[in-house]
């Protein structure tokens, strides 16, 4: 079966997951995303863009959209500090950049470590959650970075990047 790529191979064995902050939670995407991790700097602003989406950065030539996760996710204003991050990924073959607090460190979960989404009800989206990485006392919100990217953001993305 390791020899098999299926969509579902991280069910079946342990998988790498990227952990980063915002605000007092952590989340947790997929390793395989991140081509980089750089610090922040204020990007350029896009006119009439979301106002999740701080601006632009120019990555070796490459111009790279920054969206920035608190805003996304509604957590509050985001402050930034000294540890606050943009994670680069390559989504689909495209470049994004996406604004965390802090980056923490790299942790492996076995199947058995990640417990399937809570049904909260209608009242909060879930879709772009795979699941909770529980380690010991510490749990991680997993995050599938494919599909909150690719979403109604890809498409912002590709007008950006125009």
Do not use: C, W
């Amino acid at each position: 079966m390791t020899d098999t790529v299926s969509s579902n191979a991280s069910v079946h064995s342990p998988a790498e997951y990227l952990a980063f902050t915002l605000g007092k939670e952590e989340y947790g995407i997929d390793i395989q995303k991140v081509s980089e991790i750089r610090n922040y700097e204020a990007p350029t602003r896009i006119a009439s863009a979301p106002d999740y989406v701080k601006g632009v950065i120019n990555l070796r030539g490459t111009i790279v959209p920054i969206v920035d996760m608190r805003i996304r996710f509604a957590l509050g204003t985001p402050e930034y500090g000294p540890f606050t991050v943009v994670i680069i990924l390559n989504i689909g073959g495209r470049t994004v950049g996406m604004v965390v607090d802090a980056v923490s460190d790299v942790t492996t979960l076995t199947p058995d470590q990640i417990k399937a989404t809570p049904d909260i009800g209608s009242s909060l989206n879930t879709e772009h959650i795979v699941g909770l990485g529980t380690i010991d006392e510490r749990m991680l919100i997993l995050v599938d970075i494919d599909r909150l990217m690719s979403s109604e953001e890809m498409g912002l993305v590709e007008r950006l990047a125009a």
